[in-house]
């Protein structure tokens, strides 16, 4: 059987992730509300996008609790820019990583490099928007899975997978790859 992943789609570039899973052969389906929730689900992408923006909604539409504690009770979560921010310690602390916010600046901090990821390979395309990183760990359960220029941009703590890039902007399949196999185990 299948695996089905729910995507959070408050805001932000959730849409590009279905169609990443879609060319995997994977189902996916949004999430936007308390009922969208309570569908049966098999991990969850946090999408990058505005996380001031997406925490409020959170917590408007009482989605907040619930994600946090399911993350908690070990459901999967690829988190992508703002999704890294948002399990970090400012905002559902699921993850034990101290960010930093806009850390590449806020209109020219964009850019584009291939680099090894620890765990899916070489020359993964990564994405740089307005992107956060990783400025430290906090415990020792978190697994440094990439570094550029010296900056944590992609990380591991259990089945916490999260990246200050866009994977699903590109046409390379490997980081959600590897995501699916932290859903199997």
């Known amino acids: 059987m299948g695996k089905t992943i729910a995507i959070l789609a408050l805001q932000g570039a959730f849409a590009e992730h279905a169609q990443t899973l879609n060319r995997l052969g994977v189902e996916s389906f949004e999430v936007r509300s308390l009922s969208d929730w309570d569908r049966h689900k098999d991990g969850l992408i946090i999408p990058g996008g505005e996380s001031t923006v997406q925490t409020k909604l959170l917590h408007e539409l009482q989605l907040f609790t619930p994600i946090q504690h399911a993350i908690q009770d070990g459901l999967p979560v690829f988190g992508t820019c703002a999704g890294l921010i948002l399990l970090s310690d400012k905002c559902l602390n699921t993850m034990d990583v101290d960010v930093r916010r806009n850390a590449y600046g806020r209109q020219l901090g964009s850019f584009y490099v291939e680099h090894e990821m620890e765990g899916v390979g070489k020359n993964v395309p990564m994405t740089f928007i ?56």
């Open 130 to 185: 307005r992107a956060p990183y990783i400025n430290r760990l906090l415990s020792k359960k978190v697994e440094v899975l990439a570094e550029v220029d010296g900056h944590i941009v992609a990380a591991r703590q259990g089945k916490q997978l999260v990246t200050a890039f866009h994977p699903e902007l590109n046409q390379d399949l490997r980081v959600h790859q590897y995501f699916l196999g932290l859903c199997s185990m």
